[in-house]
């Protein structure tokens, strides 16, 4: 097991290292870390870690210039920070972005740079929810910003007096400049939402104020500067001794939005060094066993008629998902769950009534099955060459 512990000017270095074993040390500092921002001096005391995020490629986007621009995507390295003060726990992201890009509500065809967080606070190390917002009986919490300008957002409530045109008000003078600061107050000045999910198609943003959380995101010099602060316990999830966590990227140069974007596996959050050689952690830093040379033989052999992956094309694009990235954004545990239990996550993004020739899945009594066979028949060893060969399949940064 091994801890990457790094500094600003290590980081490249540490790029080109394998960090897939990496985890978090929150530490703990005497202030308030509510009040912390992208500039806090308290950061830089802060341990490093190197997290990489990979291309989501399960299933490909619907739109063709989106997926042209991303095809060549690689591997991204971000460097995660974290901090506590007993009742809160704060995140800081840092990742190269030489471009910024924003939204300020007057373009359909342009999308924002923006970062997510996924929390869970299972206990099983084994049974982690499934990264993309979680599964059955699993739940996940989700924090998310995107970059915004000040713009004008309807709010909901039928109000179209402050919608109109300045030009259109019929108003002059002090009474103009009070129906400008008006629409200002209504502006949308930070996207910042959060959300909590139980798997496919359960998503749902968090308006009642129970999710007490701030982000906030800076770009200089092409990097943005992310921070997230949340309480360790909530109505939600309770973070203790060790828990997961896992981050999201998107790239509004490419286009990218919904499940267009970069993701990380859950990386262990070690609160304190309480608990560096606790389950979570061990589970998450300890490399796989298996042949993967044997394990790539079993799954040409069992799985590749209706999986893609890297080079191999040849399944039918609908018939399962891509796997071409799937070792490094899942766990070896999920890897295994899904081989011996595919019914446990069924993997969204496949829409069976724009491919009814396809069997991603069925519906049985409300519940979506999957249509994979179960593989434990293969045993535990042959199963293990198959998680080793899988975990394989990732893009490298540059």
């Known amino acids: 097991m091994k801890k990457f512990t790094l500094t600003l000017t290590t980081l490249a270095v ?4 394998a960090v897939a074993s990496s985890y978090v040390t929150a530490s703990k500092v005497d202030m308030d870390v509510t009040k912390v921002g992208t500039k806090s001096k308290v950061w830089e005391a802060a341990d490093a870690t190197s997290v990489t995020l990979y291309p989501q490629t399960t299933i490909t986007f619907n739109d063709k210039n989106a997926v042209e621009q991303n095809s060549e995507n690689v591997a991204k390295h971000a460097q995660v920070k974290a901090i ?11 990742l190269s972005d030489p471009s910024y890009n924003s ?11 923006g970062f997510a967080m996924q929390f869970s606070d299972a206990t099983d190390a084994n049974a982690l929810p499934y990264i993309g917002m979680g599964s059955d009986g699993r739940p996940v919490v989700v924090h998310l910003q995107k970059a915004v300008k000040k713009h004008y957002e309807p709010n909901g409530n039928g109000d179209v007096a402050h919608q109109v045109n300045p030009g259109n008000t019929n108003k002059f003078g002090k009474e103009l400049s009070k129906f400008d600061k008006a629409v200002d107050a ?25 999710a007490d959380f701030q982000s906030n995101m800076r770009w200089a010099n092409g990097e943005w500067y992310a921070t997230l602060t ?6 939600y999830v309770d973070l203790e001794g060790a828990f997961p966590v896992a981050f999201a990227v998107w790239d509004g140069e490419k286009l990218n939005r919904d499940g267009l974007k970069h993701i990380s ?13 606790g389950e979570l952690v061990t589970t998450l830093t300890t490399e796989v066993t298996g042949d993967a040379a044997k394990g790539q033989k079993e799954f040409d052999t069992n799985c590749a008629s209706c999986h893609r992956y890297g080079d191999k094309q040849m399944a039918p694009e609908y018939m399962a998902p891509n796997l071409s990235n799937i070792g490094g954004y899942s766990t070896a545990a999920y890897l295994k769950e899904s081989i011996t239990d595919p019914h446990a996550v069924v993997v969204p993004g496949y829409n069976r009534n724009m491919h009814p020739n396809f069997k991603w899945y069925t519906v049985t009594d409300g ?19 198959i998680v080793a060969f899988l975990k394989t399949l990732k893009k490298e940064a540059k």
């Open 14 to 17: 540490a790029a080109t290292s």
């Open 230 to 235: 949340r309480p360790m316990s909530d109505d």
């Open 186 to 210: 209504k502006a949308m000045k930070k996207y910042q939402r959060a959300f909590v999910a139980e798997g496919f198609r359960s998503t749902t943003e968090i308006k009642d104020g129970s």
């Open 367 to 385: 519940k979506r099955m999957s249509t994979m066979p179960a593989y434990g028949w293969l045993g535990e060893e042959k199963i293990n060459d």
């Open 84 to 94: 506590y003060d007993g009742k809160n726990v704060a995140f800081m992201l840092k």
């Open 103 to 113: 939204v300020d509500g007057t373009k359909t065809d342009t999308y924002p740079d």
């Open 265 to 277: 596996s859950w990386t262990a959050v070690d609160v304190a060094g309480q608990d560096a050689n």
